[in-house]
C-alpha cells in the first residue's frame, strides 16, 4: 500500500498540523492509521495514502455544513444503508441497462457502504479484464449475496481467471491468500480505499 508522510499530506490537501490531530481526537481519522517509523530526518509519521488522502477530502465537503457528530456518522462503517438501484446510478460508472439487469436477478435491494463498494469494485475489475456482461453481473448478484449473508468486514476483493470463466473472493482479512496454478489473480482491491473514494462521491450529492 502507497504511503504518504505527513508532511506531504499537509503540503497536499493545504491542512494544518492543529486540523489533523484535532480530527485525530474527535475519532474522524482512525487513531491506527497515524503509523510512526524512523526516517533520515527521524522520526515520521506516515498514513496509507489513497485512504488518507480521500479521508480528508470528505471532512473538509462536510465541515463547514455538518456538525461533528453528522460528519462521524457520515464516515462510520456498517451505519448507514443505501438503496442499491440509485446509488449505483449515482456513484458508479455502471450503464443504466446493466443496473437495471442486475436489479431484476438480485435478492439485495439494500446494502451498506462495504457491500456497495465491494460490488462497484467487482464490476470495475470485470470492465478492465474484459469479461462477458452476464457473467459480470451474475458475480455481482453472487458476491451482493455473500457479502450480506456474511457478518464480517469485507477488507479484500479480487477477480479471479481460470480456464473457462471467471470468479471472485472477498476475504476479510487478505494478508496472505494462496491458490493453486491453473487460478489467475486478475486484479486485487483493498474495500477501504474503495469506501474512502465512495464516501467522497456520496457527501457530494
Do not use: C
Not at 15 to 25: A, P, T, V
Not at 36 to 64: N, Y
Not at 139 to 147: F, G, K, M, T
Amino acid at each position: 500500500m502507497e504511503e504518504i508522510s505527513k508532511k506531504d499530506l499537509l503540503i497536499e490537501t493545504g491542512i494544518s498540523y492543529g486540523q489533523l490531530y484535532r480530527w485525530k481526537r474527535d475519532g474522524l481519522i482512525p487513531e491506527e492509521w497515524f503509523v510512526k517509523r524512523s526516517a533520515f530526518t527521524g522520526q515520521e509519521t506516515f498514513f496509507p495514502r489513497d485512504r488518507m488522502l480521500a479521508r480528508v477530502q470528505a471532512i473538509l465537503a462536510l465541515k463547514d455544513t455538518h456538525s461533528l457528530e453528522e460528519i462521524r456518522e457520515n464516515l462510520a462503517t456498517k451505519t448507514t444503508v443505501y438503496k442499491l438501484r440509485e446509488t449505483l446510478e449515482h456513484v458508479s460508472n455502471m450503464e443504466a441497462d446493466f443496473i437495471d439487469s442486475l436489479i431484476a436477478t438480485t435478492s439485495v435491494k439494500e446494502v451498506d457502504l462495504e457491500t456497495l463498494a465491494v460490488a462497484i469494485q467487482l464490476y470495475e475489475m470485470a470492465q478492465r479484464a474484459k469479461a462477458d456482461k452476464d457473467r459480470t453481473r451474475e458475480l455481482i448478484d453472487e458476491v451482493l449475496a455473500a457479502v450480506t449473508e456474511s457478518n464480517q468486514l469485507p477488507t479484500m476483493i479480487g477477480l479471479i481467471k481460470t480456464t473457462d470463466t471467471w470468479h471472485f473472493i472477498v476475504a476479510a482479512q487478505a494478508s496472505w491468500i494462496a491458490t493453486d496454478k491453473r487460478i489467475q489473480f486478475v486484479e486485487t482491491a483493498q474495500i477501504a480505499d474503495v469506501v474512502e473514494s465512495l464516501r467522497t462521491k456520496l457527501s457530494e450529492l
